[in-house]
C-alpha cells in the first residue's frame, strides 16, 4: 500500500501564492507519474498539473504560465507552486501517484486525502 501526505493548502488573497506538497510513502519501488487534480464545489474532478519520471510536465489551461509543478523523486515528493491566484482556483485539491512495487508489477493508482485551497478577499 502506497499513503500519500499533502500540505500547503489553506486560505489566501487574489493574486497570492501558495505551496503545496505531497510525500509518498509504502510500498514503492518506483513511481511514474505525479500530479494534482482539484475538485471545486458541485464540479467534477480535473488535471491541474502533472509530470512523469523523466520530468515531461503537463498543466491545464487554467494553470499554464501561473503554476509549476516540480518532484524530487529522492523524497517520493511533488509539489505544485502556485502564483497569481484567482478566486476561480478554490478547490479541493488532490495528489495523485503512480507507482509499483517491485519490478515488473503492475502500476497503480494512488490518491490523496485532498487539501483545501481557498482563495478570497
Known amino acids: 500500500q502506497v499513503q500519500l501526505v499533502e500540505s500547503g493548502g489553506g486560505l489566501v488573497q487574489p493574486g497570492g501564492s501558495l505551496r503545496l506538497s505531497c510525500a509518498a510513502s509504502?510500498?514503492?519501488?518506483?513511481?511514474?507519474?505525479m500530479g494534482w487534480y482539484r475538485q471545486a464545489p458541485g464540479k467534477q474532478r480535473e488535471l491541474v498539473a502533472s509530470?512523469?519520471?523523466?520530468?515531461?510536465?503537463n498543466y491545464a489551461d487554467s494553470a499554464k504560465g501561473r503554476f509549476t509543478i516540480s518532484r524530487d523523486s529522492a523524497k517520493n515528493t511533488v509539489y505544485l507552486q502556485m502564483n497569481s491566484l484567482k478566486p476561480e482556483d478554490t478547490a479541493v485539491y488532490y495528489c495523485?501517484?503512480?507507482?509499483?512495487?517491485?519490478?515488473?508489477?503492475?502500476?497503480?493508482?494512488?490518491w490523496g486525502q485532498g487539501t483545501q485551497v481557498t482563495v478570497s478577499s
Open positions: 509530470i512523469t519520471s523523466v520530468g515531461s510536465t
Open positions: 509504502g510500498s514503492i519501488f518506483s513511481i511514474n507519474a
Open positions: 495523485n501517484v503512480v507507482s509499483r512495487r517491485s519490478r515488473g508489477s503492475d502500476w497503480y493508482q494512488y
